[in-house]
């Protein structure tokens, strides 16, 4: 049930309606049986900034950020966490008692977790990483923070690449596009941080050729599920991780902080997420 008092969070994202944010922080209030609510928030970036500070106004206790609003959203908000303006990203908002907003990023976090699950041992070899935007960042910093020892980051924009690596530091290499299977040699993870190989967007198209075999592949893509990228990984042996489990762990910290309780992923969450 969700009385007057019920606490609210959502996510603001445009487009937003393919978002399972919803769906995922709804199962964890009705399984915790706590009084809130959690919804979708289209938002044009041209209202961006206005209906961020609508938020505390509206009794929100926070929310959740996705494209195309993950890197402006850091100009309306009070305080950035240190992570978060490393990265220069931010994927949750919190609103304390005064109604000053905090800027987050969880993104990195569960971006490891994601990982862990599959592999929980740190890569042992370089890493590469497709992409160069907000997802890519976190997954950059997550990376770093774990002791890589390099990151050959791919991009079609080599000068964007070029940035992150500055903003970043640590032993990250730009490649250009053109260089994105050269870059594969002796790897021990291959990231997909790109919308490319998504449901109505253009393949991803990279040969798996020079990628160890026992390199693991993770693709932030979970629509669909299983990638062209992780199905090919799959029929030659590598291990695979997919999008969805990102998704699932990235989404913890927000609710604790939202709503007071920690949740937790289970194979039952996961199947829930995953149901049509």
């Known amino acids: 049930m969700i009385s007057g008092k019920a606490r609210l969070a959502g996510i603001l994202g445009w487009p937003v309606s393919h978002s399972k944010s919803p769906r995922l922080h709804n199962h964890w209030l009705a399984l915790h049986g706590i009084d809130g609510a959690y919804v979708p928030l289209p938002v044009a970036p041209a209202d961006l900034a206005a209906a961020v500070r609508l938020l505390p106004r509206l009794s929100f206790a926070g929310a959740n950020v996705t494209v195309p609003h993950k890197e402006a959203v850091l100009d309306f908000v009070d305080i950035v966490e240190p992570l978060a303006a490393r990265i220069g ?31 929980p041992a740190p890569a042992a070899g370089p890493a590469v990483v497709l992409g160069a935007g907000g997802a890519a960042r976190a997954a950059c910093a997550a990376l770093i923070q774990e002791g890589v020892p390099q990151i050959r980051l791919v991009n079609r924009s ?95 910290p927000g609710f604790k902080a939202w709503f007071g309780v920690m949740p937790e992923v289970t194979p039952d969450i996961r199947a829930m997420m995953l149901a049509p």
């Open 158 to 252: 080599l000068d964007r690449a070029r940035q992150l690596a500055v903003d970043l530091g640590g032993a990250i290499v730009p490649v250009e596009w053109s260089g994105r299977e050269a870059a594969l040699e002796g790897a021990a993870l291959l990231v997909n941080s790109t919308s490319l190989g998504m449901t109505g967007q253009p393949p991803l198209e990279i040969s798996l050729d020079r990628l160890p075999e026992d390199a693991l592949v993770n693709d932030m893509v979970y629509a669909p599920l299983e990638t062209p990228l992780l199905a090919a990984a799959k029929a030659r042996g590598n291990p695979v991780a997919d999008g969805i489990g990102m998704l699932l762990h990235q989404a913890r």
């Open 89 to 119: 990203a931010v994927n949750t908002l919190t609103i304390d008692s005064d109604g000053r907003i905090t800027g987050r990023n969880t993104d990195a976090l569960g971006f490891l977790l994601n990982l862990k699950e599959v592999r």
